[in-house]
Antibody
Framework: QVQLVESGGGLVKPGGSLRLSCEAS????????MTWVRQAPGKGLEWVSY????????YYADSVKGRFTISRDNAKNSLYLQMSTLRAEDTAVYYC?????????????WGQGTLVTVSS | EIVLAQSPATLSLSPGERATLSCRAS??????LAWYQQKPGQAPRLLIY???NRATGIPARFSGSGSGTDFTLTISSLEPEDFAVYYC??????????FGQGTKLEIK
């Protein structure tokens, strides 16, 4: 079965950096676009970034462009999100999700999330 | 930017009742509308995609309808495990797409 397991969250000071990881199993990782979605405490869902199976197509939400970098290692079945110049408003649970293979933009499986707290 | 407005914000019903949740788009999204369920402390789960297709493993009591700008998620007879927050999401202009603000379905 499809499994996505995030890690790397924690407490970081404003202006700091953090790297999130998502380990995938149960499917051919390199065949799928992958994405990050976040949810601030008590708030709704916000798409953050996605990249294609071969990493040739990458997009970011305007709110994180220039500060976050998405990447993947298909040999390790892993997705990453390098976050820098973090702000208080980046505080959220970050979910890794798989995008539907023939349905761009459909989040068909989600991980359990990892909490990032940006605070001094 | 396409805005999705969900209503009501909170819906209070009892187990066994029928739930009807609405999602309205500020412009047409064709049928590129999905519904997600999120229980407290859990990740969202895909319920319905392309307006009316149930995702794998989703019970038949969940159904979706609509196209263009008006969409509905119906739960025919509420089970205790159905009380959660429901989000709609459109992917017609992916990326970025947009999420609705959510409807909280609570036990009356």
């Amino acid at each position: 079965q499809v499994q996505l397991v995030e890690s790397g969250g924690g407490l970081v000071k404003p202006g700091g950096s953090l790297r999130l990881s998502c380990e995938a199993s149960g499917f051919t990782f390199s065949d799928y676009y992958m994405t990050w979605v976040r949810q601030a405490p008590g708030k709704g869902l916000e798409w953050v970034s996605y990249l294609s199976g071969g990493s040739s197509n990458i997009y970011y939400a305007d709110s994180v462009k220039g500060r976050f970098t998405i990447s993947r290692d298909n040999a390790k079945n892993s997705l990453y999100l390098q976050m820098s110049t973090l702000r208080a408003e980046d505080t959220a649970v970050y979910y890794c999700a798989r995008l539907g293979r023939w349905r761009p933009g459909l989040f068909d499986y989600w991980g359990q999330g990892t909490l990032v707290t940006v605070s001094s | 930017e396409i805005v999705l407005a969900q209503s009501p914000a909170t819906l209070s019903l009892s187990p066994g009742e029928r739930a009807t949740l609405s999602c309205r788009a500020s412009q047409s999204v064709s049928s590129y509308l999905a519904w997600y369920q999120q229980k407290p402390g859990q990740a969202p789960r895909l319920l319905i995609y392309d307006a009316s297709n149930r995702a794998t493993g989703i019970p038949a009591r969940f159904s979706g309808s609509g196209s263009g700008t008006d969409f509905t998620l119906t739960i025919s007879s509420l089970e205790p495990e159905d009380f959660a927050v429901y989000y709609c999401h459109q992917r017609s202009n992916w990326p970025p797409g947009t999420f609705g603000q959510g409807t909280k379905l609570e036990i009356k």
